[in-house]
């Protein structure tokens, strides 16, 4: 039977090692932060304006169409 390589983690040790991981991690400023949220918000406005637009020709096509059967 083959042998495991790897060698088990104790939780302790994982423990350590997610510590100094996130140590590592560049987090966001605030104002980074409310930057991006302010534009997610905004594209996600424009693109619901685009789609509710969209939709609705689509609408009105079938009905137009279901009109003339």
Request: overall charge positive; proline content about 3%.
């Amino acid at each position: 039977m083959a042998e495991n390589s790897k060698r088990r983690t104790s939780p302790g040790e994982f423990a350590r090692q997610v510590r100094a991981e996130a140590s590592k991690v560049v987090w966001p400023t605030r104002q980074e932060t409310v930057q991006t949220a302010i534009f997610v918000s905004i594209l996600v406005l424009i693109l619901s304006l685009f789609f509710f637009g969209i939709d609705s020709l689509f609408g009105a096509v079938v009905r137009f169409l279901l009109t003339l059967a």
